[in-house]
T-cell receptor, first 114, second 115 residues
Framework: AQKVTQAQTEISVVEKEDVTLDCVYETRDTTYYLFWYKQPPSGELVFLIRRNSFDEQNEISGRYSWNFQKSTSSFNFTITASQVVDSAVYFCALSERSQGNLIFGKGTKLSVKP | DAGVIQSPRHEVTEMGQEVTLRCKPISGHDYLFWYRQTMMRGLELLIYFNNNVPIDDSGMPEDRFSAKMPNASFSTLKIQPSEPRDSAVYFC?????????????FGEGSRLTVL
C-alpha cells in the first residue's frame, strides 16, 4: 500500500532560520513520482517540485532545496533563510504509475515569525 | 491560460439541502480529480475521471455523493442530502497524460459549510 508520512505537524521558526520539512513515503512501485505542494493561508495548492524515482539528484531552486533518498524512502524539503512569506502548509505527495491520483501526506504547517 | 476554475468559492447551506459544486478543468487536460480537505483527514481523493469516464470512485464517502463529467470541460460534484460532516474544502484538479508524471493542477477550492 502507498502512504506518505509527514511527521512534523507544525514548525515555528524565526525569519532567516533554515528549516527542513520531512517526508517519508511507502510504495511497491519501482516507478513513482514525488511532489511538494504549498498551501498558503489563501488556500490554493501551489505546485513546487516533482521528482521521479529514477532521479536521486538533489535539486536547488533559490532558497528551496530537496533531498531525495531512496535508501530511506525520504524526500525532504529545506528552506534556507526562511521568510515570513514562506508561512504555509506544505504537503508532500506520491504518485504511482499504476494509480491515477496523488496521495498526500497530512501536511506540515510552517510559521515563520519576523 | 486559465487554470482550473471552481464554483462556488463559498457555499453555506442547511442540512438536508442539495449542494452542487462545479469545475472547469484546464483545456486539453484529460484527467480530472475531486479532492476533499478537512482538518481531521487531510486531502482525500473522492473520484477521478479519464476522458470523461469515472475511473476510481472508491473515495466517495457514500451514496449521498455523486459526480459527473458530461464533457471534457465541465464536471460536477453533488451532495444530496448534505450533512454537517460534509463541511470541507472541495478541490478540483486536472492533469494531462497520466503516464508521464501525475502532476495535478488545482483549482482554488470550494469551501462548503453545512449548518
Amino acid at each position: 500500500a502507498q502512504k506518505v508520512t509527514q511527521a512534523q505537524t507544525e514548525i515555528s521558526v524565526v525569519e532567516k532560520e533554515d528549516v527542513t520539512l520531512d517526508c517519508v513515503y511507502e510504495t511497491r512501485d519501482t516507478t513513482y513520482y514525488l511532489f511538494w505542494y504549498k498551501q498558503p493561508p489563501s488556500g490554493e495548492l501551489v505546485f513546487l517540485i516533482r521528482r521521479n524515482s529514477f532521479d536521486e539528484q538533489n535539486e536547488i531552486s533559490g532558497r528551496y532545496s530537496w533531498n531525495f533518498q531512496k535508501s530511506t524512502s525520504s524526500f525532504n524539503f529545506t528552506i534556507t533563510a526562511s521568510q515570513v512569506v514562506d508561512s504555509a502548509v506544505y504537503f508532500c505527495a506520491l504518485s504511482e504509475r499504476s494509480q491515477g491520483n496523488l496521495i498526500f501526506g497530512k501536511g506540515t504547517k510552517l510559521s515563520v515569525k519576523p | 491560460d486559465a487554470g482550473v476554475i471552481q464554483s462556488p468559492r463559498h457555499e453555506v447551506t442547511e442540512m438536508g439541502q442539495e449542494v452542487t459544486l462545479r469545475c472547469k478543468p484546464i483545456s486539453g487536460h484529460d484527467y480530472l480529480f475531486w479532492y476533499r480537505q478537512t482538518m481531521m483527514r487531510g486531502l482525500e481523493l473522492l473520484i477521478y475521471f479519464n476522458n470523461n469516464v469515472p475511473i476510481d470512485d472508491s473515495g466517495m464517502p457514500e451514496d449521498r455523493f455523486s459526480a459527473k463529467m458530461p464533457n471534457a470541460s465541465f464536471s460536477t460534484l453533488k451532495i444530496q442530502p448534505s450533512e454537517p460532516r460534509d463541511s470541507a474544502v472541495y478541490f478540483c484538479a486536472s492533469s494531462i497524460h497520466l503516464s508521464n508524471t501525475g502532476e495535478l493542477f488545482f483549482g482554488e477550492g470550494s469551501r462548503l459549510t453545512v449548518l
